[in-house]
């Protein structure tokens, strides 16, 4: 749990229980990784996973296991109903956002870049891409695309009914799918284009700049009202640049990048005159950059000291 959540009755740190207690702490600490990767998923922010999961734990230990023939279904609905309530309560947080909304990077562990289904349904381009379903679509898709848990099983977690349920799912994937990447590229194509951009950044190389990010590529950044960012999406391969270094860029402080693995893809750790800035994840098509996004907001900048394991199983 994260610090912020923690409490003494949960199953890290809990006081020696009955046999019933000790059955309930080892299915939730056993699927602990999953759940938070389904709330991730499902909010786009690490700290709201976290309360989802101490939600979801005080809501286990009242179930009477004896009545569960699945703990890790059960344990996957309890998460999906209390990330379904917080992420209603989040679009209504995310309407007084200052400027672009962008999920919380997270530094992730060498397994999750190396399993391509998972590093692309926690890419920030995807989880952008989530932000545009209703919470009920977001589920439905999740639990669906990414875990391919069953449509009776979905249709108890949302209250809804099955027949209800492949109709949002059939929605959801067609309105996902027309906002993909067009057409997907290796890891070691996106590190190299990265490395590239990178390159060019730290030496203000601006024809570099311009050979690696495509002619239509966007840059989406995120400061929270906190730090400067551009207010909206800035599109187009001069205009990005221009962001950077440009007269009111970055132009004045020495840039200094470390390449890092975030959200499962490539990306970099950010610094401006020798201190932290951002967290810059891409988007790589045909070779060059087409989505830049940039995560300056100090509060969603916690989970890149430390790699976090997800998994879909």
């Known amino acids: 749990m994260s610090e912020h959540s923690e409490v003494t009755t949960g199953p890290v740190g809990q006081p020696p229980g009955d046999g019933r207690m000790d059955a309930a702490t080892e299915a939730f600490v056993s699927h602990r990784n999953l ?58 947080r995310k309407e007084t956002y200052v400027g672009s909304w962008l999920p919380e990077p997270l530094l992730t562990t060498p397994d999750v870049a190396e399993d391509a289904e998972l590093a692309e349904s926690v890419s ?26 069953g449509y009776e099983e979905i249709a108890a977690a949302v209250d809804k009914s099955t027949v209800a349920v492949r109709q949002i799912a059939h929605r959801a994937r067609r309105h996902v799918d027309a906002r993909r ?73 020495a840039i200094t990048c470390e390449a890092v693995v975030v959200n499962g893809n490539p990306a970099l750790l950010v610094c401006l005159d020798g201190e932290f800035d951002g967290v810059l994840a891409i988007r790589a098509e045909d070779a060059r950059i087409t989505g830049l996004y940039y995560v300056r907001n100090p509060e969603k900048l916690t989970r890149v000291a430390s790699e976090t394991p997800l998994t879909l199983r």
């Open 181 to 253: 990447p067009r057409e997907a590229v290796s890891p070691g194509q996106a590190r190299a284009a990265l490395q590239r951009f990178r390159r060019a950044l730290e030496t203000r190389d601006l024809q570099g700049l311009l050979d690696v990010l495509a002619p239509e590529v966007v840059l989406v950044s995120d400061g929270g009202g906190v730090k400067r960012a551009a207010p909206r999406p800035v599109v187009g391969a001069e205009k990005v640049v221009g962001f950077y270094l440009g007269r009111s860029g970055t132009v004045q402080a």
């Open 124 to 149: 920030m381009a995807l989880m952008l891409v989530l932000e545009s379903l209703s919470p009920t679509e977001r589920a439905v898709f999740v639990l669906r695309e990414v875990f391919d848990v």
């Open 35 to 92: 759940l938070f990767t389904v709330a991730y998923e499902m909010l786009g922010s690490a700290a709201d996973a976290e309360d989802v999961l101490q939600e979801t734990w005080l809501r286990w230990v009242e179930v009477d296991l004896g009545q569960v023939s699945d703990r890790r279904a059960y344990l996957v609905r309890i998460t999906t109903r209390q990330s379904l309530n917080r992420l209603r309560a989040m679009k209504r």
